[in-house]
T-cell receptor
Framework: QKEVEQDPGPLSVPEGAIVSLNCTYSNSAFQYFMWYRQYSRKGPELLMYTYSSGNKEDGRFTAQVDKSSKYISLFIRDSQPSDSATYLCAMREGTGGFKTIFGAGTRLFVKA | GAVVSQHPSRVICKSGTSVKIECRSLDFQATTMFWYRQFPKQSLMLMATSNEGSKATYEQGVEKDKFLINHASLTLSTLTVTSAHPEDSSFYIC????????????FGEGSWLTVV
């Protein structure tokens, strides 16, 4: 079993839809959770960064962490064609020398 | 956020030659940088951890003699693909985790290597 599981998709939605992207994990020691967006042929860019359980909102993006279920989500409201990209979840146990574990990435297509 | 710059963004080289890719932290000092490889439509694969002033730590299965990493300063790490072969063609990405940003990982723009 992989430490982090993420459905690779592709996920195709119409413009304006609410998108839900998810990851599950097995290591209960993970405390820091990140979402990255990667456009084709580009390096990933950090979208959201959360610590422990709870919600964090930034514009059209909301990140949720449920440590009891070992489940994290990224919601995108009012999705736009420019949101079409691969979304990677990532997590690690702590700061300092802990390794960051990435999900496989979910490819999202938002149709105009 | 922190800025990590990678150069070149694209490089084509002949089989058997060596290629160097640079990774720079532009607005912070990075004692540790990371090098990844990514095949099309696949996730990131950590190759090695680059440590300033000391030897890099390689992940299992990564040939240290083929992928030479040098981290000579607090703002620069280089990856040299030696005696490149077509199977080394890939997208190489570096990242750094600045302490002042809570050790969050920031990525470079990536470098496309094509070996012909």
């Amino acid at each position: 079993q992989k430490e982090v599981e993420q459905d690779p998709g592709p996920l195709s939605v119409p413009e304006g839809a609410i998108v839900s992207l998810n990851c599950t994990y097995s290591n209960s020691a993970f405390q820091y959770f990140m979402w990255y967006r990667q456009y084709s042929r580009k390096g990933p860019e950090l979208l959201m960064y959360t610590y422990s359980s709870g919600n964090k909102e930034d514009g059209r993006f909301t990140a949720q962490v449920d440590k009891s279920s070992k489940y994290i989500s990224l919601f995108i409201r009012d999705s736009q064609p420019s949101d079409s990209a691969t979304y990677l979840c990532a997590m690690r146990e702590g700061t300092g020398g802990f390794k960051t574990i990435f999900g496989a990435g979910t490819r999202l297509f938002v149709k105009a | 956020g922190a800025v990590v710059s990678q150069h070149p963004s694209r490089v084509i080289c002949k089989s058997g030659t060596s290629v160097k890719i640079e990774c720079r932290s532009l607005d912070f000092q990075a004692t540790t940088m990371f090098w990844y490889r990514q095949f099309p439509k696949q996730s990131l694969m950590l190759m090695a951890t680059s440590n300033e002033g000391s030897k890099a730590t390689y992940e299992q299965g990564v040939e240290k003699d083929k992928f030479l990493i040098n981290h000579a300063s607090l703002t620069l790490s280089t990856l040299t693909v030696t005696s490149a072969h077509p199977e080394d063609s890939s997208f190489y990405i570096c990242s750094a985790s600045p302490l002042e940003y809570g050790n969050t990982i920031y990525f470079g723009e990536g470098s496309w290597l094509t070996v012909v």
